[in-house]
Structure formats: structure tokens, C-alpha cells
């Protein structure tokens, strides 16, 4: 497939299910084929790809329900919950997480780490969309639970056994469409991109 085609064919997608002939070897085997070509500053290597499958991702969307319920305001959550909710029943969900450990060995001042520790986890998560997509799944970022210095990730660490080091930046759901996504709207491509001389 073309890599025009492959961004095209990647879209946030809300209704999924396990119901693919696409293996969890095969899934595990593209995302580490791919990831490896991740840039990151100073090749500092930061992000962590953490595949949950099966029990393990219902023990995960479980959780994020069970939180968030609490936390987002009732409108919001009469949208979301029921979406969060059908996320346990999904193929798998690939959990981000960047290293504070490798972070520590960019050779950088302060705040530049932050920067790049972003720069690094968006590189990766469009990557692992891109092969998702590729392999014909279905997938959406997502950013529940997020806050390291606050301790709202120590749970999903907790039950996965991942060292305290780990911080969570998302989480993608991904599985077989059963529903295509919404419409898409596109700005003006001249205002989008400017052309300077």
C-alpha cells in the first residue's frame, strides 16, 4: 500500500471487536518490525510499547471505566462510557509508556527532555496506528488515566508489573471495524501548509 493510502486509511475508529483473523503474533511481530524505526531524539529510544490482549485488556478497560466514571463530568461521560466500556471487548489495546530511566540519558537541559519526551511518544503512536491500519484493524488514541507525577498510571503499572519508571502518555485500543469513522472535515490544505520564499 502506498504511505498516501496508509494515512488516508487511518482513522480513529470507535467500533471495534475481536472478531479478526489477524493472530496476536502477527500483530506483536509488525509492531516490533516498525517501532524499531521510531525516531527519537538523540536516538534516546524512550517509549515503551506495552500489547495487552484477552484478560489483560478487559483487567485495563475495566480499570479506566471504573475511574473515569468518577472523574468526567455526567454529559461527557454519557457520551464516552459506553465506548470505553466496549473497549474490553476489543482485539487488544497497545499501552504508551515513555522510560524516565532513558530519558535521563538524553544530553539535554531541563525542560528540552519534556519536549522530546513528546516528540518521541508521537512518533510512535503514529507509527503503531500506521501498522495497525496496514494490518487491516481498526484503532483510536486515547489519554485516560494520564498523570506520572500525580500517581493516576501507578494502577495500570501495578497490575502489569512494569517498573515504576514507566510513565503512561495513551492508549490504543485496536480490533476488526464494525462501524467505519465519522466524516472527516479538512482544513484548507494552502492555509494548512505555507509556502514561504
Known amino acids: 500500500m502506498e504511505f498516501d493510502q496508509l494515512l488516508e486509511k487511518r482513522r480513529s475508529t470507535y467500533m471495534m471487536s475481536a472478531n479478526t483473523d489477524v493472530t496476536e503474533e502477527a500483530i506483536v511481530e509488525a509492531l516490533r518490525k ?7 531524539a538523540y536516538n534516546s529510544q524512550t517509549t515503551r510499547y506495552v500489547v ?3 484478560d489483560a485488556n478487559k483487567k485495563l478497560w475495566e480499570h479506566i471505566y471504573d475511574v473515569q466514571k ?5 454529559e461527557l461521560w454519557t457520551q464516552v462510557g459506553p465506548v470505553v466500556n466496549s473497549y474490553k ?3 487488544g489495546t497497545v499501552i504508551f509508556f515513555e522510560d524516565h530511566n532513558a530519558l535521563e540519558n538524553i544530553p539535554s537541559p531541563g525542560n ?10 508521537g512518533n510512535g503512536q503514529l507509527v503503531t496506528w500506521l501498522t495497525l491500519a496496514e494490518l487491516g484493524l481498526g ?5 485516560f488515566n ?11 503499572r501495578e497490575f502489569f508489573n512494569l ?10 485500543p485496536f480490533g476488526a471495524i464494525e462501524q467505519p469513522a465519522y466524516p472527516k472535515d479538512f482544513m484548507d490544505s494552502e492555509e494548512q501548509v505555507q509556502v514561504i520564499k
Open 34 to 40: 516498525n517501532v524499531r524505526q521510531v525516531p527519537t
Open 52 to 54: 495487552v490482549f484477552g
Open 70 to 74: 468518577d472523574v468526567l463530568d455526567s
Open 89 to 91: 471487548d476489543v482485539k
Open 112 to 121: 528540552s527532555r519534556n519536549i522530546y519526551k513528546q516528540n518521541n511518544a
Open 139 to 143: 484503532a483510536t488514541l486515547n489519554h
Open 146 to 156: 494520564i498523570g506520572f507525577e500525580q500517581g493516576f498510571d501507578s494502577k495500570i
Open 163 to 172: 517498573p515504576d519508571t514507566y510513565e503512561m502518555t495513551a492508549q490504543m
